[in-house]
């Protein structure tokens, strides 16, 4: 529920007055089921996430809005009864209608819905005498209005799915086509909930747990290959609807409620409604609404039953009418087999971005999306053999000149034309206005689709109410919401995409995201980074649902707000004069592992809703400090000769085939790796680094420095193959391009090169030279890299980085130094060892005749001491390392770990260990109790300072919270969409943050 909790801060319901999908008048009811609305809203997708509704549900019935339908199962004293002469559904009762009777009437080409309580204990059925003293541990309040009956307590789910899930079973074994599951609102009735743990609760809390009891109602249905219809609970729909496969509903008339039931409609859902108290007109307004509505005379003390002496009148022909139902897109995807795309499914982009189209690597990509024109069957055909989803991209909202369909039919196209785009040649907007002319045009490019084999299309220019070259010249009636009849031609769409089998992607449209989330099966976007609108996405995320974005050039926050938010982002360089095309001759930098084992599966999997929870850079600093001071070396060659079982962790290369297999069999590993060179060995895709090499006169390959927003994306993918590997800290080598010549020089050259690093530029004017804008940015992109280490658990080890690791001698967990001692120069590392960080420093010899011993005072110092023989800072291959500094016999011997990260090292404090000849003096053993006083005050002080907020917050603050905390958590809604291609009119990012362009080789 925690987590339920925090996914709620970022969600609050629309209370709409007209409904989008059917342009009907609706009213929201106000009060008590309006509450609530933003914790039921992220139960949504934690429960279907949870119990793997998303993928896993099998084919079923579809009730069609038009079904003349005949009840079986309840209405009079007796149960039910009706004729099923020309009806083409039947309710039948689980219990008493026996499997003859249902087999019978599916020979009749009926389908069948079966009728059980879920949330009640009636006396009389045979499976609760069977198993009563079960039944009865979570019976509480009884039933005022219904004799041997008793509510469930909601509270206890496992109990009460033991009980209920024979009865889904028994259903799906007597050939029931779909199940009508009765009370299930005990969140709405005080005879229920105020006899269990939610009395005095929250309605939310109350809704939160009727939320997910249905929802795995819902999940059990759907493995079994049942339809499920909601009864009753009409304040939960909006959180329920995608969920359920059609309503059924008691006296929505009666209470004036109808309008409640208008999102299952909108979605080509069936309502079945009966009302006991008909009037003149009762049929007129479930007529209007499209309800398929029965009604009786009821009992003369009694509105809930219908007197015997009569019998149902129903307001629909039941007669020469067939089941021709609209499949509705629920967020499970099961649309006629529509292929769900993944959350983390690595995709590439054939379709759109460049000037002449699309250009990607598909390599190990499963999602390609491809033009749905440029690309032939073949084509296609060839991509879906290599296992690969292919989504095919049109234009749903634009006149295109240079389109076959469009020349072989140009009069009807050009009459459906209402304004030229002022960013693209060549292209004209049609007007949604004309729906019948729209449709015409656009339906055979649906069946295109299918016809080449596509499984998803990506539907361009579907926000035309936003932008005024077209909003401004709709033959819209005066007064006509442009949104609505925009949001009506969308729903369209997804419903032809659904009957052809096709998933579909909103593209853009930022601002119906509410309204049509729950229609669309994943989103693609420009530029919500840039615009700082990706939040909006989240109603996708948080349902599961893939999100794919593209940003026209590379952020200095490079990929973290997209893994944050669960988003599968692409960047690149843009034109020079454009923001809505990358430049020809660049790539795509992506914010994913292009990984032929990522993104196999099909079923999404649920974004977190908030980034996970990670320690400051100061935690994890302090941490491996406290742990780790002994090190075994496997990195840059060498000798294998220490104990690597006794040694409090080891330093090998992120490349290292042995790497894994040392974290999974329990070794703290530090990966090491360069953070300012090429390196030979690494997978990175070789365009990519190409675009990055500086072109020096000596042998190292120097990566460009100026290009900051690119080398990020880069050393991200490198960062994140550390933390999945399970190392728990980076060693970053070769970050001193300012201390060598040609580095600067080259550096230096890309600065004056380009015109368009403004921000660079003026720091180089401001600099007294080359070298030392250089450093500011080394400087920089160091910071950049500790921080990201740090959200992703890693602490941070610097390399032969001794004026970095000064300047960063708070942030980072220690240094690496190479012949420091033997050339003097660990003074450099003075303030690194102030701060209290270690110095490793590997001291290479070329004869052993040459090798020192070592000094007592060396760890006295921070400094640690490994030396060897071999030659500059490589030992040789069969050295034995020579450690001045004692192994700790404190900790715990290696376990088998998971290959995840570790984000804190050892839970446990290791004790001091003995003393010896190369111990840490009593001075420092002093130090460190000192720190452990000064941390154990300062944590006191937090206390007294927390316990004194606590009262102040509730004596003076509280209610004011509770009563503003509806109006400030709901996400940032803009009434309208930035369009697909920003236009120049729109507002550029501040100056004082330009973002860095990648240069082109």
């Not at 074994?173 to 269990?196: L, R, S």
């Not at 369909?405 to 050009?414: C, K, Q």
């Not at 449709?439 to 596509?454: T, V």
């Not at 935690?619 to 690597?644: C, I, K, P």
Request: proline share 4%; net charge negative.
């Amino acid at each position: 529920m925690q987590a339920i909790w925090k996914a709620a801060i970022h969600l609050q319901a629309v209370q709409r007055e007209e409904d989008p999908r059917t342009s009907k008048k609706i009213v929201v009811r106000k009060g008590r089921h309006a509450v609530g609305k933003t914790l039921v809203a992220a139960v949504v997708a934690a429960s279907l996430a949870a119990s793997g509704a998303l993928a896993q549900t099998q084919d079923r019935v579809s009730i069609g809005t038009n079904m003349p339908w005949a009840n079986l199962a309840w209405g009079f004293e007796g149960g039910g009864q009706d004729d099923t002469d020309g009806a083409k559904l039947v309710l039948v009762d689980l219990f008493d209608a026996s499997n003859e009777t249902i087999q019978s009437l599916k020979s009749q080409g009926k389908i069948i819905a079966c009728y059980f309580s879920g949330g009640t204990l009636e006396t009389w059925r045979d499976d609760v005498n069977e198993n009563r003293d079960a039944w009865e541990s979570i019976a509480v309040g009884d039933m005022s209005e219904w004799d041997g009956e008793s509510w469930l307590d909601i509270t206890k789910l496992e109990e009460l799915q033991a009980v209920m899930e024979p009865r889904f079973q028994l259903a799906a074994d007597k050939g029931c086509d779909a199940v009508e599951v009765d009370n299930v609102d005990c969140y709405d009735n005080g005879e229920c909930f105020k006899e269990t743990s939610l009395k005095g609760k929250s309605r939310a809390k109350r809704m939160a747990a009727q939320l997910e009891y249905n929802l795995w109602q819902t999940s059990v249905s759907h493995e079994l290959g049942l339809s499920i219809g909601l009864k009753n609970c009409l304040g939960m729909i909006d959180e329920l609807e995608p969920s359920y496969d059609f309503a059924m509903n008691e006296q929505c008339g009666e209470y004036e409620e109808c309008d409640m039931l208008a999102p299952f409609l909108g979605s080509g859902k069936a309502v079945l409604n009966v009302e006991y108290s008909p009037t003149a007109t009762s049929c007129e307004d479930a007529q209007e609404l499209g309800i398929m509505r029965k009604t009786c005379v009821h009992v003369e003390d009694d509105d809930g039953l219908c007197s015997n002496e009569t019998s149902w009148t129903n307001c629909f022909d039941d007669i020469g009418v067939t089941s021709a139902p609209t499949p509705a897109p629920t967020k499970s995807n099961a649309t006629m087999g529509a292929v769900a795309i993944g959350t983390d499914m690595p995709w590439a982009n054939l379709a759109w971005g460049f000037e002449d189209g699309g250009q990607d690597d598909t390599g190990d990509a499963k999602l390609v999306l491809v033009d749905l024109f440029d690309f032939s069957i073949e084509q296609i055909q060839s991509y879906k053999s290599q296992g690969k989803i292919v989504a095919c991209y049109f234009s749903g909202g634009t006149l295109e000149d240079w389109r076959e369909d469009v020349n072989e039919n140009l009069d009807a196209w050009e009459s459906a034309v209402a304004g030229e785009m002022s960013d693209w040649e060549g292209e004209a907007w049609l007007d949604i206005g004309k729906l019948d002319e729209l449709q015409a045009l656009m339906e055979p490019r649906f069946r295109l689709a299918a016809e080449k084999g596509c499984d998803a299309v990506e539907v361009d220019n579907v926000d035309c109410y936003a932008n005024s070259d077209c909003s401004e010249n709709l033959s819209l009636d005066d007064g006509a919401d442009a949104k609505a009849a925009q949001i009506e031609y969308n729903l369209w769409q997804t419903s032809m995409s659904h009957e052809l089998g096709l998933s579909i992607a909103l593209k853009n449209g930022l601002g119906m995201i509410d309204e049509l989330e729950a229609s669309y099966d994943f989103a693609v976007n420009e530029q919500c980074g840039v615009y700082d609108e990706c939040d909006l996405l989240a109603p996708f995320i948080e349902n599961g649902k893939a999100v794919l974005n593209v940003e026209y050039r590379v952020t200095d926050t490079g990929c973290t707000d997209a893994e944050n938010l669960g988003m599968m982002r692409k960047m690149c360089e843009p034109v020079e004069d454009g923001e809505g095309l990358c430049a020809d001759g660049g790539s795509w930098y992506n914010c994913f592992a292009l990984d032929s084992t990522v993104g196999n599966s099909a079923s999404p999997t649920v974004a977190p809703s908030a980034p996970p929870s990670t320690s400051s850079t100061s935690d994890q600093s302090t941490r491996f400090v406290d742990v780790y001071t002994d090190w075994g070396l496997l990195a840059y060659g060498g000798g294998e000769e220490d104990d690597l079982d006794e040694l409090s962790f080891v330093i090998e290369d992120l490349r290292s085939d042995r790497l894994a297999s040392l974290v999974t069999s329990g070794h703290r590993m530090v990966c090491s790796f360069s953070a300012g060179k090429v390196e030979a060995q690494a997978d990175e895709a070789a365009s990519v680094v190409e675009d990055l090499v500086l072109s020096t006169s000596s042998s190292d390959a120097w990566l460009d420095l100026s290009q900051l927003g690119a080398l990020k994306v880069l050393m991200n993918a490198r960062l994140q193959t550390a933390a999945q590997t399970g190392c728990i800290a980076v060693d970053l080598g070769d970050l001193n391009c300012a201390d060598s010549t040609e580095c600067v020089s080259a550096v230096a050259d890309k600065l004056d090169a380009s015109s368009s690093r403004r921000r660079m530029r003026r720091r180089r004017a401001q600099s007294e030279d080359e070298q030392e804008a250089v450093a500011a940015l080394q400087l920089e992109f160091a910071q950049w890299l500790v921080a990201r280490s740090n959200e992703l658990g890693l602490a941070v080890g610097l390399r032969n980085a001794s004026s970095l690791a000064g300047d960063l001698a708070d942030e980072i967990a220690f240094a690496i130094s190479f012949n420091c001692q033997a050339s003097g120069t660990c003074d450099a590392y003075s303030s690194l060892l102030a701060a209290g960080k270690p110095l490793l420093d590997l001291e290479v010899y070329e004869d052993a005749s040459q090798m020192p011993t070592c000094p007592s005072t060396s760890t006295s110092d921070g400094i640690y001491v490994k030396r060897c023989v071999g030659s500059g800072s490589s030992c040789a291959e069969d050295a034995s390392y020579n450690n001045c500094f004692t192994a700790r016999s404190d900790l715990t011997p290696p376990t088998a770990s998971p290959t995840t990260p570790d984000t804190g090292g050892p839970s446990e404090t290791p004790e001091t260990p003995d003393k010896g000849d190369n111990s840490p003096s009593s001075d420092g053993l002093v130090d460190a109790s000192f720190r452990s006083a000064t941390i154990a005050l300062m944590v006191i002080v937090f206390l007294l300072l927390a316990v004194l907020g606590i009262f102040i917050y509730r004596t003076y603050f509280r209610r004011e919270l509770v009563v503003e905390r509806s109006f400030t958590q709901r996400p940032r809604v803009k009434s309208a969409a930035p369009p697909r291609r920003p236009p120049p009119s729109k507002p550029a990012v501040a100056e004082a943050e330009p973002c860095y362009a990648l240069e082109q080789t």
